[in-house]
């Protein structure tokens, strides 16, 4: 049997024999660049190791991490509780070649894995930048991983160089070398986050205006948080930019072992650790990459060359693929519009929300300061029996109302994450002695008792956010005062202490109330929420309480629960971890067990100031009306004024020894007028304290800022005020009560 041939031309032979060469030369080329990448593979698993490595990998098989969890896309851990990244990769290969095993060790901070690291009860931290001081603690291996710095600012910023942002406060990831590095650049300060997530936000909403981190962090973190508002400027830091692994000082084998493993890895195997958590090439990648691409077009068009004799058909397919190509990129502009636009919307959202909250803070609070002040001024006269009463009813329905905007104003922030737990020193006993004296006021009238029990043997002097402390207890033991009528409410304080200096605290509050269905219990913790609100509709209350008691616990690594049995009582626990200062106890206890209650209610004055100038400025009469009343006891000499331009006048005609400056007025506000006195001769000296009905988080800061000494929150706290003016009128203008 024949073969047959079809006829061809001259130039149709000479085209047909171009095609199939360029086909063998690529097939050929191919095929030498997956043997030499086999070959380089084989020989990469085979280490030269001395005999004195090997006897360290037999007998130190495992290899404790110390990770930094919160450093993705180079380490972190995964929603599994998997150790993930660029340097768990790397882990992998050096396991692969050398038999090692790596342990990551979970559960602890950075810092601390640091300093397990110098105790040599960790052994590797895989993620070291040179710095003195770290080559001097720990044994850092060769350079496994280069490094960029992105200098990243919002696309509006006029910014267009490195130079361009010197002398701009730089916001950067505390605990890094960025850190150092930002420091002996000449910005005018450096400002740390705890995280390089936190310093990209804080630029993507406009709090900083520059930040520094590493390219891949920031290109990453960029594309997670779905920011699309910032634009970054590349820095070539030097030499020696990267990460190195930092050994434990006493097995320098494991360095040796590290970099002769780190020295064989090739480069297709970096490339593709690189282009799973990054895919950010270069030019020169990206030219390989092209070359790549033609190569595979050309044989692919080689193929259908001898595939498809009607290339018509093929034509079509393409142009039909172009076309969802151009629909799929206008698809992606169209979402990447979208997600500008939401973006924007919801900044636009927070900072309305954050105005509107502010203002309403500012015109709720200021007429009750008025409520709630005359009515506790009213309280300390001689008035017949009635009016005392109906003073103090003014005075608890004032505390009441404040007490919503307080909730809703804390609800507010912890909605916003700006909510922040700021620890300090205290004893346990006296916050106690604290919050019993504001709840027993509450059950006068009620056949209900109150009973405290302590354990005995727990430390007294704490560590922690004793404010956010009280406000949950008082929350909790509300609850119970408003929901028992009569029986028992009973506040059981005990705690177990931690090998690492803490104290697990556990305050259970028992009362023998109405008691919660089963079907209720799953809403208990929602926001703006009642459970059974047809028998409970006359209690007061924003439905808020246990919402921000249990955020409050979770934010300091405690937890809220509760056990409940209807028509016979409830019992919440909550649980909080707290720092030991020492093992003292606190001898606020009587001989029956009970709390001792201090003398509270009354007013100390220690000293007046008849020398003494004091201006108070506000657009309310009523507010500079109660001022007064409750700076007569000093004797000072008092002027007054409703308007930030008459404040200005009157503080240039006198010199004052100190000011009280309202916030928000008409026209000049307080801080407008409180920037006009600072730059008149001598306005730099004068104590100027802001009077404010704002309550929203910042405002403290916001004052300091801009030029205040001090602020004072409305309704006015009397013993605040008295410490106001204790330490800002100056002692020799003091005369000793008495003399």
Request: net charge negative; charged share 25%; hydrophobic share 40%.
């Amino acid at each position: 049997m024949g073969i047959g041939y079809l006829p061809l031309s001259s130039e149709g032979s000479r085209s047909s024999r171009r095609c199939r060469g360029m086909a063998l030369c690529i097939f050929i080329v191919i095929f030498l660049q997956a043997v030499a990448h086999t070959v380089a593979f084989a020989q990469n698993h085979v280490l030269a190791l001395s005999e004195t490595e090997k006897d360290f990998i037999r007998t130190h098989p495992v290899i404790r991490v110390g990770i930094d969890p919160l450093f993705a896309p180079f380490e972190s851990l995964d929603n599994l509780g998997n150790y993930v990244g660029i340097a768990p990769d790397y882990l992998a290969l050096v396991s692969a070649k050398t038999g090692l095993s790596f342990e990551p060790a979970k559960g602890i901070s950075y810092a601390e894995a640091q300093e397990k690291v110098l105790a040599h009860e960790i052994d590797l931290l895989p993620t070291l930048g040179w710095t003195p001081e770290r080559e001097s603690k720990f044994l850092l291996t060769e350079l496994y991983y280069e490094l960029k710095l992105a200098l990243v600012v919002r696309e509006e910023n006029p910014v267009k160089s490195v130079s361009d942002s010197y002398g701009q406060p730089i916001a950067v990831q505390q605990e890094t070398s960025n850190a150092s590095f930002a420091s002996d650049a000449p910005w005018s300060c450096v400002r740390t986050y705890k995280s390089e997530k936190d310093a990209l936000l804080a630029v993507a909403d406009g709090r900083e205006a520059v930040m520094l981190g590493y390219l891949p962090t920031v290109l990453y973190s960029i594309r997670d948080l779905g920011l699309s508002n910032l634009r970054f400027i590349t820095i070539d830091p030097g030499d020696d930019s990267g990460w190195h692994m930092g050994v434990r000082d006493d097995w320098p084998e494991l360095r040796s072992i590290l970099n002769k493993a780190f020295a064989a890895i090739t480069l297709a195997e970096r490339a593709e650790i690189q282009n799973r958590w990054i895919r950010v090439t270069d030019g020169g990648e990206r030219q390989k990459l092209m070359r790549a691409a033609g190569a595979i077009v050309a044989i692919l068009c080689v193929m259908l060359a001898f595939a498809f004799l009607h290339t018509h058909n093929q034509r079509k397919k393409t142009a039909r693929h172009r076309q969802n190509e151009l629909l799929l990129q206008e698809t992606v502009r169209q979402r990447t519009e979208e997600l500008r636009n939401q973006t924007r919307l919801a900044v636009e959202a927070s900072s309305a929300k954050s105005a509107f909250l502010a203002r309403m803070s500012h015109e709720i609070r200021t007429p009750l300061n008025a409520v709630i002040v005359l009515s506790e001024m009213l309280s300390t006269r001689d008035l017949p029996a009635d009016a005392l009463e109906e003073a103090c009813n003014i005075k608890q329905a004032g505390n009441a109302l404040l007490a919503i905007i307080n909730e809703i104003l804390d609800f507010s922030k912890i909605e916003a994450g700006k909510m922040e737990i700021v620890e300090t020193d205290y004893a346990l006993r006296s916050l106690l002695s604290d919050v019993e004296s504001m709840i027993r006021p509450r059950l006068a009238g009620k056949p209900v008792d109150f009973v405290t029990a302590v354990d005995e043997d727990l430390p007294d002097m704490l560590r922690g956010d004793m404010t956010r402390v009280s406000q949950i207890l008082l929350n909790l033991l509300s609850n119970a005062a408003k929901f028992t009528d009569e029986g028992t409410i009973t506040l059981t304080v005990s705690g177990s202490r931690q090998e690492d200096g803490k104290i697990t605290l556990s305050f259970e509050v028992a009362d023998t109330g109405a008691g919660i269905k089963e079907e209720d219990m799953g809403k208990l913790f929602d926001s703006f929420s009642q459970v059974d609100p047809q028998k409970n509709r006359y209690i007061q209350g924003t439905g808020l309480g246990l919402a921000i008691s249990r955020s409050l616990c979770q934010m300091m690594g405690g937890e809220i629960s509760i056990r409940s049995a209807y028509g016979s009582g409830s019992a919440f626990t909550a649980v909080i971890p707290q720092t030991v200062l020492d093992g003292r106890h606190s001898s606020l206890h009587t001989d029956k067990g009970e709390t001792a209650l201090p003398n509270r209610g009354k007013r100390l004055i220690g000293f007046t100031a008849p020398a003494a100038n004091i201006l108070a400025v506000d657009d309310t009469q009523v507010n500079l009306k109660i001022l007064k009343a409750l700076l007569q006891p000093y004797k000072v000499n008092f002027d007054v004024c409703a308007s930030g331009e008459e404040a200005v006048a009157l503080a240039k005609r006198n010199p004052y020894d100190l000011i009280f400056m309202d916030h928000m007025m008409p026209g000049m506000d307080g801080v407008e007028a409180t920037a006009a006195i600072r730059r008149q001769e001598g306005g730099k000296s004068v104590p100027i304290v802001a009077l404010t009905a704002s309550a929203i988080s910042g405002m403290r800061e916001m004052f300091l800022e801009n030029g205040f000494s001090d602020y004072l929150s409305k309704p006015i706290d009397i013993a605040r005020l008295d410490e106001i003016v204790a330490t800002w009128i100056k002692e020799g203008l003091k005369v000793k009560a008495g003399d």
